[in-house]
């Protein structure tokens, strides 16, 4: 039997990826912080602190150019159990990029542009 483990996105910019998650979504890194020893990558685990799942940022020294999402089909979701309240956040934010309010859904986005699904609760 297999279970989920990561998921991975690759930041430009840890720190501003770091700030980022917590104040959008509480994530807060969990385990060891893995550097390679040529300071070519940085890899930092995030946890919801409920769930064993994590999210994976890792930075890459030399990837100069901004990553290729694609058309942004593939994305994370996160369930609120006050969706009312994270949609204001969010929207204080500024990181809402799309909205469906028949689905009851809305997405946000990250510093890097990966697109986050915000669910409610049902």
């Known amino acids: ?3 989920f483990n990561h ?3 690759n930041v430009a910019d840890l720190d501003r990826s770091l700030a980022f998650y917590k104040e959008a979504l509480g994530l807060e890194p969990v385990g060891e912080r893995k550097e390679a020893a040529d300071g070519s990558f940085v890899i930092v685990f995030l946890g919801d602190g409920k769930t064993d799942f994590r999210l994976e940022l890792t930075w890459l020294r030399d990837h ?5 999402l694609g058309e942004c089909e ?7 159990a006050d969706y009312d309240a ?3 956040k969010h929207e204080a934010m500024g990181c809402i990029c799309f909205e469906n309010p028949a689905m009851g859904i809305y997405f946000i986005t990250d510093p890097d542009g990966y697109w986050i699904e915000i669910i409610p609760t049902r």
């Open 1 to 3: 039997m297999l279970t």
């Open 7 to 9: 998921f991975n996105f």
């Open 64 to 68: 100069p150019q901004k990553y290729d």
């Open 74 to 80: 593939f994305h994370l979701a996160l369930r609120a």
């Open 86 to 88: 994270a949609h204001a």
